[in-house]
């Protein structure tokens, strides 16, 4: 119940904060700790939303593919709902493949600093939910963000900080895995 009432008030901030996220173009993000290592990768044309993750980790790895449509609305945020197959294997467990439906809000916010992106995302493929706050800094290229996910398997909670280099989509990241005690480094590419 407390992870309900948690998206919930998630989606609701990103109902209230900003203007809408909506845009062609794609993002791809790689990060590597000492324990895990994890790739994000989404590409949107138009209505249509194309998603990947994978994440290796100790024990197994999992991951993710999803097809959304972007329903807009109105000024306040983007919803975007659709299939998801999701996978995990477990070093003692095997394989389990599920199939589902993915749910997520989206807001982007121009500010007088920068931006803010806020995201909540939840799928019906192992109960997996994932919340995200990102603060942009435009003088200095600057960002920084706060994360929170989980799953039947798995929580998580991730402080990321990202520096974008020159004017270009690039951008190189170090980050610190709160409930896992994990430091990690990595990129993002965002043309969106």
């Given at each position: 119940?407390?992870?309900?009432?948690?998206?919930?008030?998630?989606?609701?901030?990103?109902?209230?904060?900003?203007?809408?996220?909506?845009?062609?173009?794609?993002?791809?993000?790689?990060?590597?700790?000492?324990?895990?290592?994890?790739?994000?990768?989404?590409?949107?044309?138009?209505?249509?939303?194309?998603?990947?993750?994978?994440?290796?980790?100790?024990?197994?790895?999992?991951?993710?593919?999803?097809?959304?449509?972007?329903?807009?609305?109105?000024d306040i945020a983007v919803m975007?709902?659709?299939?998801?197959?999701?996978?995990?294997?477990?070093?003692?467990?095997?394989?389990?493949?599920?199939?589902?439906?993915?749910?997520?809000?989206?807001?982007?916010?121009?500010?007088?600093?920068?931006?803010?992106?806020?995201?909540?995302?939840?799928?019906?493929?192992?109960?997996?939910?994932?919340?995200?706050?990102?603060?942009?800094?435009?003088?200095?290229?600057?960002?920084?963000?706060?994360?929170?996910?989980?799953?039947?398997?798995?929580?998580?909670?991730?402080l990321a900080f990202q520096k974008?280099?020159?004017?270009?989509?690039?951008?190189?990241?170090?980050?610190?895995?709160?409930?896992s005690d994990e430091v990690f480094?990595?990129?993002?590419?965002?043309?969106?």
């Amino acid at each position: 119940m407390a992870q309900v009432r948690t998206i919930a008030s998630a989606a609701g901030l990103a109902c209230l904060l900003g203007q809408t996220a909506a845009a062609d173009g794609y993002f791809l993000q790689g990060d590597a700790g000492g324990r895990t290592q994890s790739v994000v990768a989404s590409v949107s044309r138009s209505s249509l939303n194309y998603g990947l993750n994978f994440s290796n980790y100790e024990d197994g790895h999992s991951g993710a593919i999803s097809l959304t449509y972007a329903l807009p609305l109105a000024d306040i945020a983007v919803m975007k709902v659709g299939p998801t197959i999701g996978f995990q294997h477990e070093q003692d467990e095997g394989d389990d493949v599920q199939a589902g439906l993915k749910l997520s809000l989206e807001r982007y916010t121009p500010t007088s600093f920068g931006s803010t992106y806020l995201l909540a995302d939840v799928s019906s493929v192992h109960q997996s939910w994932f919340l995200l706050g990102q603060l942009t800094f435009a003088p200095g290229n600057f960002g920084v963000e706060l994360s929170r996910g989980g799953s039947d398997t798995y929580h998580e909670t991730t402080l990321a900080f990202q520096k974008r280099i020159a004017d270009g989509p690039l951008s190189v990241r170090l980050g610190y895995k709160l409930s896992s005690d994990e430091v990690f480094a990595g990129f993002s590419i965002n043309t969106f």
